[in-house]
């Protein structure tokens, strides 16, 4: 079984700081981990992976994540937050082990940028 | 290219209608998948797909059904609608690279 825990509904920041929007993970296996946004009334979009490497990632939008394996974690941070990066925030997780293909997702983080 | 489409937007069932959300996409991709949303949930997964011919469960499959005769296609199918299938439709298609491909989404109201 594999799944994924974003412990805070929201986040609020102030534009021009710095954000960190969590994310903890659980599987088997051998994790695949995501970070997808979603803007109102839209469609997912892809932000980042981390497959293997690196523990930190980089992706779209200024954005990175740290793989930390001894904690379980895919933390989304970015070192300069815009108003336009308000939105919900999912981490979605894949074991990549014994042939699994199910993604699964967590409940999202809603990010509110204050100007 | 046009990615992944859903049809339709929007749609409003009355308790025990049926009816077949499309998902259609281009990339050639094996993998595909149908989630709902709903407010403080998450995504969940309903079906996916690894290749034509081929579905399996996810976590909330009770009361929809799915096919896959070609590789593009993914439609899902909710038989008797019921109050708790209000939700939004994401389908969404996984190439080589990791990557999901989501359409728009369906918001659908069974009233």
């Known amino acids: 079984a594999q799944s994924v825990a974003q412990p805070e509904d929201q986040v609020n920041v102030a534009e021009g700081n710095p954000l960190t929007v969590k994310c903890t993970y659980s599987v088997s296996g051998n994790p695949y981990l995501f970070w997808y946004v979603q803007y109102p009334n839209r469609g997912l979009q892809f932000l980042l992976k981390?497959?293997?490497?690196?523990?930190l990632v980089k992706g779209s939008y200024g954005f990175e994540a740290e793989f930390n394996k001894s904690q379980t974690s895919f933390h989304l941070k970015k070192p300069s937050a815009l108003v336009s990066d308000s939105a919900l925030y999912f981490c979605a997780v894949r074991d990549n082990s014994g042939g699994y293909q199910k993604v699964t997702f967590g409940t999202g983080t809603k990010l509110q940028v204050i100007p | 290219n046009a990615g992944v489409t859903q049809t339709p937007k929007f749609r409003i069932l009355k308790i025990g209608q049926s009816m077949t959300l499309q998902c259609t996409q281009d990339?050639?991709?094996?993998?595909m998948y149908w989630y709902r949303q709903d407010p403080g949930m998450g995504l969940k997964l309903i079906y996916y797909s690894v290749g034509a011919g081929i579905t399996d469960k996810g976590e909330v499959p009770n009361g929809y059904n799915v096919s896959r005769s070609t590789t593009e296609d993914f439609p899902l199918r909710l038989e008797l609608a019921a109050p708790s299938q209000t939700s939004v439709y994401f389908c969404?298609?996984?190439?080589?690279?990791?990557?999901?491909?989501f359409g728009s989404g369906t918001q659908l109201s069974v009233l």
């Open positions: 981390y497959i293997t490497g690196d523990n």
């Open positions: 969404a298609s996984r190439g080589k690279n990791e990557k999901l491909f």
């Open positions: 990339m050639n991709h094996n993998y």
